[in-house]
């Protein structure tokens, strides 16, 4: 199964408020990378998602380490697997169930939304 993570990032340059996550989905030999301020409640409103570069797979094996051209620190808040297709256009939306989240206290499987700029995690029935 392909894998996610979930990173803490601070100190970045170009980040106003000096702190934001970057959540990173495997795609073959990188990784569909989002920008977001915080992680989205269950089955709460959906927080802005804002696409990145694709970021390199050995994020998903570290725990925490600086990032390259100073541009701060990052540090795993939870990371697992996924099930599900990503979409080949990278704009179109993203469907998939997340497994491993009840190490932040949800469900240990949800439904990961992203579309149109923003991100749902959504309680599977």
């Keep these: ?9 601070t100190g ?15 795609d073959g030999e990188s990784c569909r990378t989002w920008r977001l ?3 989205p409640e269950l089955n709460g409103a ?12 050995i994020w998903l094996e570290r725990e925490s380490a600086a990032v390259s051209g100073g541009r701060g620190w990052a540090s795993r808040v939870v990371a697992g697997s996924y099930a599900g297709q990503l979409p080949t256009h990278e704009t179109a939306t993203v ?7 009840d190490a932040l206290g949800l469900p240990k499987a949800i439904q990961l939304t992203i579309e149109g700029g923003a991100c749902r995690f959504l309680r599977i029935p």
């Design 1 to 9: 199964m392909p894998r996610y993570v979930v990173l803490e990032h």
């Design 37 to 39: 301020d915080e992680l």
């Design 46 to 57: 959906a927080q802005d998602a804002t696409p990145l570069p694709p970021h390199r797979l």
């Design 12 to 26: 970045a340059p170009n980040d106003p408020k000096g702190r934001h996550l970057d959540l990173l989905l495997e």
């Design 95 to 101: 469907n998939v169930t997340l497994s491993g989240m």
